[in-house]
Every structure is written in C-alpha cells, then in structure tokens.
C-alpha cells in the first residue's frame, strides 16, 4: 500500500513539473506573447467597432474631406467623402482579417489533402498530383484573380478564393514534403507490417505528425493571405466600394498622397500589424507545437 502511494505521489509531481515546464516555455515565447497580443487586439477591435465607434463607416461628410490626422472627432482623420477614417479602419478589420482567415483555411485544407495524398500513395497518385499542383503554379494568381472575376465579377469571397486555389500548391508540396519523411519512421514501417491499412495510418499516425505544422503554418498562411487579398482589392479585383477594407481604402487614398499622407498611413499600418502579428504567432505556435519543445 505505501509502495502504491509512492508512485502516484510520484506520477503526480511528475505531471506537475510538466505542466510548469510547458507553463514556463510558453512564458519564455516571446513571439507567441508578441503575436498573439497584436492578433488579439486586431480582432476584438474588429469585432467590437460599433462599442469603440458610434459613427457609420459609410455616411459621407462632404463638408469636411481631407481632415489631418489629429481632428477633434476624427482622429484619423476623414477620406475624401469625409467619411471617419478610425471608423473605417474598425470596420475594415471585419473583412480584411475574415478573408484572410478563410482563404488561409481553404489553401492550407485542400494542400493537406493533396500532400498527404501524393506523399503517401504511390508513384502513380502521386504523379498526377504533382504534375496538376505545376499546372495551378503556372498561374499568377494575379491572372488567376482576374479569370475568376471575369467569369463571377468583382467581390471579397471571389478574390479570397482566387488567392486561396492560387496558393494551394505551395501548400501541398511543403506538406509533401513532411509526409515523405514521416513515411520512413520506424513505427509507420511497423503498422504497415503488421497489416494496418493506408487509411488508418494516414489517420491515426501521419496526420497527427503533421498537424503542429499545419497549425503553426495555417497561421503564418493567414498573413500572407491578408497582403494578397489587400492586394486584390487594392487594383480593384476585391472588395468593392462603400465596404470598408484596407487595400481598398489604400487604393483611394493614392490620389490624395501629395495632399494628405495620413489617409493611406493608417490603413497601410493596420495591414503591416496584421501581417507581423498572425506570422509571429505562426512562429510561436511553432516552437510550442514542435516535437523537439516538449
């Protein structure tokens, strides 16, 4: 009886070291802390802009265009409609950081299925996969986005989509990659000698291998996806006016830079916020998630 009380109370202070281990490293991750804080703040001042702003970001003020920034009740400052530029800055958070997130999540999904197929089926599959993923790699995506908008016309969901089917091979072949050394370990070998199907493998072995790179990449994914789809939307291929989004606010603040800089200063800082905060939490969750932290 005192035996078994001894190794659970040591079964126990051993969960408690791993528990402050893990406590302590994720206290030590500057990224995770620096990134996650800037995403956190991003998104709940998205989600909260009619709390933080009474304003409507599409009323016009054509008596006040062109405010500097630091004008009492304006802040900001106002576009060339006099429309509040904090307010649209709120408010284009929702559609900027939401088409990133989705066309992170529809690239990075489709690329695991295409890389986890193609890395562990056999040559023929993986052929053909392969040889399609350089079809879609000979696109721009910028000529991509411009198909996609001809054949449905110009809107948020169709460039996010544009930039997500023009960024999945680069995501399957990464994915490839992993799955191609993951193969040769040792216990893989061994499920496949004793008869386990490829199906359970993939499901049971290879995936769960994979997934803190698919975390930590899917995030990393999202800021570029944000650059992308402000890009779209910056020559007019996205989001379309009044909706409030920041490559859209950049593309009408160019005319005015000579006048007034700070209508493009602030949009442009959000979308480099945005950018650095989900790639350092990218890298955070990837030194946490990583075989070699635990």
């Known amino acids: 009886m005192a035996n078994m009380l001894e190794e659970i109370s040591e079964v126990d202070i051993g969960s408690t070291n791993v528990k402050h281990k893990r406590s302590r490293r994720l206290r030590r991750n500057g990224y995770l802390v620096a990134g996650g804080s800037?995403?956190?703040?991003?998104?709940?001042?998205?989600?909260?802009?009619?709390?933080?702003?009474?304003?409507?970001?599409?009323?016009?003020?054509?008596?006040?265009?062109?405010l500097p920034i630091g004008t009492p009740h304006h802040w900001l400052g106002t576009d060339s409609l006099g429309r509040d530029q904090w307010t649209r800055i709120l408010y284009g958070g929702r559609t900027t950081l939401l088409s990133g997130v989705l066309a992170s999540l529809i690239s990075t999904g489709i690329g695991v299925v295409f890389g986890i197929l193609a890395g562990y089926s056999g040559w023929f599959v993986d052929t053909i996969i392969m040889r399609f993923m350089d079809i879609l790699m000979s696109f721009p995506f910028i000529l991509l986005a411009i198909l996609i908008v001809a054949f449905w016309g110009p809107s948020t969901f169709h460039a996010l989509l544009a930039i997500a089917v023009a960024n999945v091979p680069f995501f399957a072949r990464i994915i490839r990659s992993e799955v191609l050394k993951v193969k040769e370990l040792e216990f893989i070998t061994a499920s496949v000698a004793i008869g386990a199907s490829q199906w359970r493998i993939?499901?049971?072995?290879?995936?769960?291998?994979?997934?803190?790179?698919?975390?930590?990449?899917?995030?990393?994914?999202?800021?570029?996806?944000?650059?992308?789809?402000s890009a779209l939307s910056f020559l007019g291929f996205g989001t379309q006016p009044p909706t409030a989004e920041w490559g859209a606010m950049l593309a009408e603040a160019q005319t005015y830079l000579s006048v007034r800089p700070g209508v493009a200063i602030a949009p442009g800082i959000a979308i480099v916020v945005a950018v650095v905060g989900f790639n350092l939490l990218g890298l955070g969750l990837k030194k946490v998630l990583s075989p070699s932290a635990s």
């Open 38 to 66: 800037i995403v956190a703040i991003l998104v709940l001042a998205s989600l909260c802009a009619p709390l933080i702003t009474p304003i409507n970001p599409n009323i016009t003020e054509l008596s006040a265009p062109l």
């Open 202 to 229: 993939i499901v049971r072995h290879v995936f769960p291998m994979l997934l803190p790179y698919i975390i930590s990449t899917l995030f990393m994914n999202i800021g570029f996806m944000i650059s992308q789809t």
